[in-house]
DNA sequence: AATGCGTGGAA
DNA sequence: TTTCCAAGCAT
């Protein structure tokens, strides 16, 4: 290992330790089912607004038999605003798959949690390492970001992965099983409050001696101007109207009861939701499965 | 491999 | 006010 390695290392043990938000899925009696919905609802999504679906879940649906078990419109009421509601019909597939391939159990295995459904490379590894304590290449946007910046000295990560960011980031990650998995927690806390894509906090980041951009005055990105997501008119926009009005009811709503400008547009979002199984078509209008 | 997929809060 | 972006995944 070089020396920038074990520096980032020791810095970000001891700052975890003391500056760790105490989320309440990091509690130490959280079973690897709650591990795992944690982070299908943490996808794309800021901690901050994760804790209160994830502790009502909890209660719910405490295990992947409970969540199997449950009514498709429940789950998705329960969803409530999280957002990309086609995690929740996943999860509960997940369930299922649990509950039929596993004996109920969360796989402690990396194949095993990449056939389930919602779960990629991300989320199988973080699942491995917070759950059940194994090493393994935790890398999101926030593990990439501080890499980038620590390591490489520029402002963001790449649009994409790539092999040789897989590579260079799997050396950061200490050989014991335990020591890794704190790593990854602690790299990543460290990119979701100090070392953030907008202010980065410099100032209180614990490794801030090492780190090769701060060392070169914060270079302004160079790279490919990053892509904006279009939100204003989109179908994207549409779809969470529609889902909006199918969680406040239990009756059918009619598509003419959602005020959208573009009748074409309405109607093709509906159906592409019904095609993901997120609504169901009936005579006296749209409904939640 | 480039796109589509929700929502709300901070800057 | 607008813009940016957040513990990604599937296709």
């Keep these: 290992m070089t020396g920038d390695h074990t ?54 649906w405490p295990t992947p038999g409970d969540l199997a078990a449950a009514p498709v419109d429940e789950v998705l009421r329960a969803w409530g605003r999280l957002g990309y509601p086609r995690r929740a019909l996943r999860l509960r597939q997940s369930a299922t798959a649990i509950v039929e391939r596993h004996g109920g159990v969360v796989p402690e ?26 090493r ?8 990439r970001r501080v890499l980038a910046r620590y390591h490489r000295g520029v402002e963001h990560p790449a649009a994409h992965e790539t092999a040789d960011e897989r590579r260079e980031a ?25 070392c953030t894509a907008r202010s980065p906090r410099c100032g209180d980041c614990p490794v801030s001696e090492g780190c090769a951009w701060l060392a070169a005055g914060r270079p302004a990105w160079e790279g ?17 109207r529609i889902m909006a009005a199918l969680r406040a009811t ?28 997120l609504a169901r078509q009936t005579p006296e209008g749209l409904r939640l499965p």
């Design 224 to 240: 490919p101007a990053r892509v904006a997501q279009a939100w204003e008119g989109t179908d994207r926009q549409c779809r969470g």
């Design 109 to 134: 295995d990396e194949a095993a949690l990449l056939a389930l459904p919602g779960i990629g490379r991300y989320t199988a590894a973080a699942v491995l390492a917070f759950a059940f304590g194994r």
């Design 170 to 194: 799997l050396a950061f990650v200490p050989d014991r099983d335990a020591d890794a998995a704190l790593w990854s927690a602690s790299a990543m806390e460290l990119g979701a409050v100090v």
């Design 250 to 277: 239990e009756a059918a709503v009619p598509l003419t009861d959602i005020a959208w400008p573009d009748e074409a547009q309405l109607l093709r979002a509906a159906s592409g939701l019904v095609t993901d199984g």
């Design 136 to 143: 393994s290449l935790v890398l999101d946007v926030n593990i």
């Design 7 to 60: 520096a980032l290392h020791a810095g970000l043990g001891a700052w975890f330790a003391a500056e760790a938000r105490p989320l309440p899925w990091r509690a130490a009696d959280t079973t690897p089912w709650g591990v795992l919905v944690s982070e299908i609802m943490l996808q794309q999504t800021p901690a901050s607004r994760v804790e209160a679906p994830w502790r009502e879940w909890m209660t719910r």
